[in-house]
Structure formats: structure tokens, C-alpha cells
């Protein structure tokens, strides 16, 4: 991509100071009849006027609106190689750029180099309603000057009030959130932004997308959602398993829609836990207001074995921009993209991702920019975590060939904003973490000059592996959002109940599998009398473990709506527990044990605690279970 402004200027300069060497060295030397260029290029002097340049046939001149009343327009043309007598001329240095408003005086307007043949006019003469003709001339090192090129005319068109055509490519892929051995997950939905109205009119206007959407078992359309016309990703969350279909339409500044472009997807749950293997030599060029992408596709999963990738997620952010990796596009196993949604004025880096029908993704490719002869490092492989005896936390990685140093970057969330946290150059980093906090963390490569990688998967963290207290109602909001209650709906099955009014400091995650408002009622008494709105409901909470032997206790606060639960971890099942008190001091304390075994890549695994409701007791008024906190003793 070529700065334009700032080049222009320079070439400007730069071509004066040349014509005049050239021309003092031609006079004063006319026995010599050639000399060179500063790149090494022999310009040999024919003595003829270069030929007039002659328009891309295929794109001659483009227009395009930027924003309100700003165009640009793009003029392209074949570099021009003979003079006017048609035999080869070595000694063309530049183009002049003229253009002129209809019934106007023509004047120039650039001066480029011979090796550039195209043109970006972003002048704030461009308005609406206005005709500009363009004509385009060569020149040799003698000043002599073509004759100009055909006239192109430039209309810039007032903004029509059209009808767009229909929003195209829609392809979907499974959110990351799907956990294993559940049945609640994502789908993100993409798609490719209508580039014509339906009167074949650039359709530059779009500033929104409505999407509708309906379940397998409901056949009612019900808009979801409504999103920016510079946006072509959603995520719809908190879906059972089954088929969902959506529609999308555009809709553009006049309040015109266009027809609906509709598809589906289906969730299946985690059928595995491997993710494909990565996508490799990565190219990124920009060519006519575009960036095009190219890649190679995995033929294994990353374990080695089959591949059963089922799409490309491509990922790009804006050169030294703070913002991390933004997800814009989903594609079938397709090795090329061209992204249309750019500004000219910057340089993009890229990278790319694989993924299988069960949401696991591949780690990041080496990235690849659309800033010419930028060359970045391999993404980081298997990070994980270990452990001394003195409970000093080491994180490690495969180290990377050609790495400077490497850069460690923290988060509260897994998917939230990572923070630089410090740099080695090793591929290891020493760090403490306090009691109890959980940190997420990602590694980045580092070249000689300081041009980063991808950043590597994440790892989670927490304080004090030792000896940590896993609060259970800090997973209220994965358990709100489907990632492990088993019915639908369950918004008013878990929330958090605040008990320090009696004493009892801190919050609890509280669980009914009752919800009134859903037609469910108690009707169950003891076990005997089992209610199926109740009985065999449970929710799960999921903690990444590293590897080792673990020994924990799992705090319940006894109370009058309590049911009995049977709880699950490691393989294990303990009970049935009555979790029935009239004495809501009741604190039951149940020890659980489990072995983590190792993972060759992730060097622990999750653990899932699973809390079943089997039943009621004679004297509770309901199923619940509420559940304190998990403490980990190891």
C-alpha cells in the first residue's frame, strides 16, 4: 500500500532534483549517450517522445464514496515501455497526473514514478453532482513529455435512493464456549456485505444488518438482532443442541431493505477434543483498494491424526495499533479471502485460524501484513504451567526460531483485554500470582526489530495452586449463559443469594431446578414421590486443573428448601446428601478426591464438578442446593 500524500510530495521533489542532474549531465556530456538511474537502471536516450499511456482495459477508473460527500477515485493504466514511433524507450522516469472539471482549465495534479500506474484523487473538489475529466502523460529523463492518454470522465453521482441487493456468503461456525459432554453452546454467523443495489449502483450506504432467527421445534421468525453496516460477524449464544436457522438483510441510509439471504447450522455438542492442525505461508497483498489473502490449509489435526476441520477464522488488526486480534471473517476450508472493508491509508496484519464442528481452534498462523516485505515470527506452541515446591509459578513454551524475545501478556477474562505483564528471553517467565486471584495468559514471539507474532492459546491461572478456594458463585455467569445448566429455560434456576444478613459472610450459588414461571412446579415428596421437573437436573462447574492428586472440600449451606443432591467429580459419585436444616448456620463440608492425570499439550485438564438434584426431603419446601465455595487442599 503506498502512502500517497507523503509520497507524492517526495516523488515531487525527488523528480525535480533528478530532471535537473539529468538534464546538467546530458548538456554537459553529449559525447555520452547514456547514464543511470539511482536504483542502477541504464536510461539510454532515443531521442523520441514517450508514447501516451493507454487505460487498464479491465478497470480504467473507479469511484468511491469514503463517507458523506468524501469520494475517491482510482485511475489505473499499462506503464508505458515504447515512445511515439512504438520501438522500447529505457529512459521514462515519471507520470503527470491532470484533471479538469467539465468546462474547466485542466491542471496537474501528481507527479508519479515510472513503475507506478495507478492513481487514488482523494481532492475535496470531488462532490456530488460534479463531472472531472482525467488525461495522463509519460515523460522521459529530457523533460520530454507525452502526448496525453484518452480522457476518462468521472461522474460523481448524487446518492441515490435505492434498494440494496442482498447481504451473500452467509457460512456459520461453532462458538468456543460448547463444552465437552454438554448440550449448550454458539454459533457465529457470517457474511459478505451487498456491494451493488439492485440497480447495479455501488451500494456504499449500508449502516445496518437485522437478523432474524428460529429453532428447529419454532417456526416463528423473531428478530435477534440489529447490527452496524461496518459489521458482518454475530455471535448468537446460549443455544441447545439441535438445528437453528437465521435470515439477514441490509438496510441502507435511505430506510430501504433489501431481501433476506438465509441459511442454518447445527449443534451438536463437543464430539472431541482436539483442534485442527494450523494454516500455513500466509500471504497478504494490496492491490485497487483491496487486501487479498492466500494460505495453505492443515492435513492433520494438531494431535496428528484425521483431520475433520469444517472452516477458516480470519483475524486482523491495525499496524501498531493496541487493540488486539478482531475476528471479521468465517469461511468455509476455503485457502483465499479479499477483504473490501479497508482503509486505504493503513497497513492490516492477518492471521488465521482453523476450526471442527465441535468449536476447537487451531492456534494463530504466522501473521502476515499488507505493508510490504514485513516478515513475523511462528505463533508460540504448547504453553503451559508448572509449579516448584517452593509454590514459585513457571510458565513455559516451545521456543521459536529467530525469537528476540518474548512477550507476556495477562488477563482477568479469557477473552478480555490481555495486558503486557513482562518480557524475557527465555521461553520460560518466573512470576507469583496473590492467593486466590486468576489470571489468564497468552505469549507472543518477538523478532530483532520488535515485530511481534500471534499470540499463543491461553492458559488460566490461579493464585496459589497449593492451597485456592474456587468461589462457586463467580460462575454464575457461565452457568447463566447455558454453558452448563441442563434445561431450558433456567433463568430463574441459578442466581445469587447473599446470606451475610445472618452471618453467614459471603455470597451462594443457588440452584432450583423448579421454575415456576415456566409452568414447573413442586410436586415431588421425598425421593419416593419424584418430581420429573426436578429430579436428574443439575448444573456444572468446570475448573482447569494441572496435573497432580487433589483433595478438596465442597462447602453446601444446609437449609429448609434443600434437596438432595448426588455429586460427581473425577469419575467419583458421592451421595445421596440431604442438604436439608431448619439452622441456617448449617455449613456441610464434603471431602471429594480425584487424580488429574497429564496432558501432553495443556500439562492438566478441566475438572467438572456435576450436582444432580435426586430429590426432596418430607420437610423441604423445595430442590434446592446452595453451594458455597470448592477448597482445594492438593
Not at 514459585?392 to 525469537?403: C, F, I, K, Q, R
Amino acid at each position: 500500500m503506498i502512502k500517497l500524500s507523503i509520497y507524492n510530495i517526495k516523488f515531487a521533489a525527488y523528480s525535480i532534483l533528478l530532471i535537473f542532474l539529468a538534464s546538467a549531465f546530458s548538456f554537459g556530456c553529449a559525447a555520452k549517450n547514456s547514464e543511470t538511474t539511482p536504483a542502477g537502471q541504464l536510461l539510454v536516450d532515443d531521442g523520441y517522445i514517450p508514447d501516451s499511456p493507454k487505460w487498464d482495459k479491465n478497470s480504467p477508473i473507479a469511484i468511491q464514496k469514503l463517507n458523506e460527500n468524501v469520494y475517491q477515485v482510482i485511475l489505473d493504466w499499462d506503464i508505458v515501455t515504447v515512445n511515439n514511433e512504438d520501438n522500447t524507450k529505457k529512459n521514462i522516469i515519471g507520470y503527470n497526473i491532470y484533471r479538469r472539471k467539465e468546462s474547466a482549465i485542466e491542471k496537474k495534479i501528481a507527479t508519479l514514478a515510472s513503475d507506478q500506474h495507478y492513481y487514488i484523487d482523494k481532492s475535496p473538489e470531488l462532490i456530488e453532482g460534479e463531472k472531472f475529466i482525467y488525461t495522463i502523460t509519460a515523460f522521459d529523463n529530457m523533460l520530454r513529455e507525452s502526448t496525453g492518454s484518452d480522457p476518462q470522465m468521472a461522474i460523481i453521482q448524487p446518492e441515490k435512493k435505492t434498494i440494496p441487493k442482498s447481504p451473500s456468503r452467509m457460512f456459520f461456525a461453532p462458538g468456543s464456549s460448547i463444552a465437552f459432554g454438554n448440550d449448550r453452546g454458539d454459533i457465529i454467523i457470517s457474511w459478505d456485505a451487498p456491494m451493488e443495489n439492485i440497480d447495479n449502483s455501488p451500494a456504499s450506504d449500508i449502516n445496518e444488518y437485522e437478523i432474524e432467527s428460529h429453532s428447529h421445534s419454532q417456526t416463528t421468525w423473531k428478530q435477534i438482532a440489529k447490527i452496524p453496516g461496518d459489521k458482518n460477524i454475530f455471535i448468537d449464544s446460549n443455544l441447545t443442541q439441535g438445528t437453528y436457522f437465521y435470515r439477514i438483510r441490509a438496510k441502507n441510509s435511505s430506510g430501504n431493505y433489501s431481501q433476506y439471504v438465509d441459511g442454518n447450522f447445527s449443534i451438536f455438542g463437543k464430539l472431541d477434543n482436539s483442534s485442527p492442525g494450523p494454516v500455513t505461508n500466509l500471504e497478504v497483498w494490496y492491490q485497487k483498494g483491496k487486501n487479498y489473502l492466500r494460505w495453505q490449509n492443515p492435513v492433520k489435526d494438531a494431535d496428528g491424526k484425521t483431520l475433520d476441520f469444517i472452516g477458516i477464522k480470519v483475524y486482523r488488526k491495525i499496524k501498531d495499533s493496541s487493540e488486539p486480534f478482531t475476528l471479521v471473517k468465517i469461511l468455509p476450508p476455503d485457502i483465499s479471502y479479499t477483504d473490501f472493508n479497508i482503509d486505504m491509508d493503513s497497513y492490516y496484519i492477518y492471521t488465521v485460524t482453523t476450526f471442527d464442528v465441535s468449536g476447537n481452534e487451531s492456534i494463530m498462523s504466522r501473521p502476515a501484513s499488507s505493508e510490504p516485505e514485513i516478515t513475523y515470527l511462528e505463533t508460540p506452541k504448547n504453553l503451559f504451567a508448572s509449579l516448584s515446591k517452593n509454590s514459585t509459578l513457571t510458565l513455559n513454551w516451545e521456543s521459536v526460531p529467530g525469537a528476540k524475545t518474548y512477550n507476556v501478556y495477562k488477563s482477568q477474562f479469557e477473552n478480555g483485554i490481555y495486558t503486557k505483564s513482562g518480557d524475557t528471553a527465555l521461553n520460560s517467565y518466573i512470576m507469583s500470582i496473590p492467593y486466590g486471584n486468576v489470571y489468564y495468559y497468552k505469549v507472543t514471539a518477538a523478532s530483532e526489530n520488535g515485530v511481534e507474532s500471534s499470540p499463543s492459546k491461553c492458559i488460566q491461572i490461579v493464585g496459589n495452586i497449593l492451597n485456592k478456594t474456587i468461589e462457586c458463585e463467580s460462575y454464575l455467569n457461565d452457568i447463566s449463559k447455558g454453558v452448563n445448566a441442563v434445561t431450558r429455560p433456567f433463568a430463574l434456576e441459578v442466581r445469587v443469594i447473599d446470606y451475610s444478613d445472618i452471618n453467614q459472610q459471603g455470597n451462594y450459588l443457588w440452584f432450583s431446578p423448579i421454575s415456576k414461571e415456566d409452568g414447573e412446579s413442586v410436586r415431588g415428596v421425598p425421593i419416593s414421590g419424584k418430581d420429573t421437573d426436578a429430579v436428574d437436573d443439575y448444573i456444572e462447574i468446570n475448573q482447569f486443573m494441572s496435573t497432580g492428586i487433589y483433595k478438596c472440600d465442597i462447602w453446601i449451606k444446609k437449609s429448609d428448601d434443600s434437596g438432595i443432591y448426588q455429586i460427581e467429580v473425577g469419575g467419583k459419585k458421592y451421595g445421596p446428601l440431604d442438604c436439608y436444616s431448619n439452622n441456617n448456620y448449617d455449613i456441610m463440608k464434603l471431602p471429594v478426591s480425584f487424580v488429574v492425570d497429564d496432558d501432553a499439550t495443556y500439562h492438566g485438564k478441566n475438572m467438572t464438578f456435576r450436582f444432580t438434584c435426586l430429590g426432596k426431603t418430607e420437610n423441604s419446601s423445595d430442590y434446592v442446593i446452595n453451594l458455597d465455595k470448592i477448597v482445594v487442599l492438593k
